[in-house]
């Protein structure tokens, strides 16, 4: 299948010999920590676990016609890896929750505005009613939205955001 570069938001997507769109790629990544979710800090977090809230968002994005697939890691470099290679694995768009690197990583934003791949912010706590040196993102100001504050909904709520964005690439 050829690959049909949309020059205006350089995204790419899959078209057939008879010209419909085929399933975008979708990749969510998690930051550190978020592999404890259920567990850490229920009254910031709360009690879903990540698996189940990634499960979730899969049947989301296959009944959409979509593919999800999704990283968790502690490791700064893994999710620069992951975000490097997402061009040549035919991402459509990313859901990010950075994890404390929200506050910390310069080279994963830079990673991010390299590969230029548009992006979702999601947090599950409102990182704005935080800490101070929680309330500055590194993401925020160069992702298409930022969803934060609704606990597991969030990524419920970039999920549909995602799918409202991809359909919008539709020739």
Known sequence: MPIIHDLTHNRKKSVDVEGSINMAEILLLNGPNLNLLGSRETNYYGTDSLSSITESLSIKATKAGHNLTYLQSNAEHTLLEWIQTAPKKGTSLIIINPGAFTHTSIAMRDAMIAVNIPFIEVHLSNIASREIFRKKSYFSDIAI????????????????????????LEI
């Open 145 to 168: 939205g930022v969803i934060s504050g609704f606990g597991s909904l969030s990524y419920h709520v970039a999920m549909y955001a995602a799918i409202e964005e991809l359909s919008r």
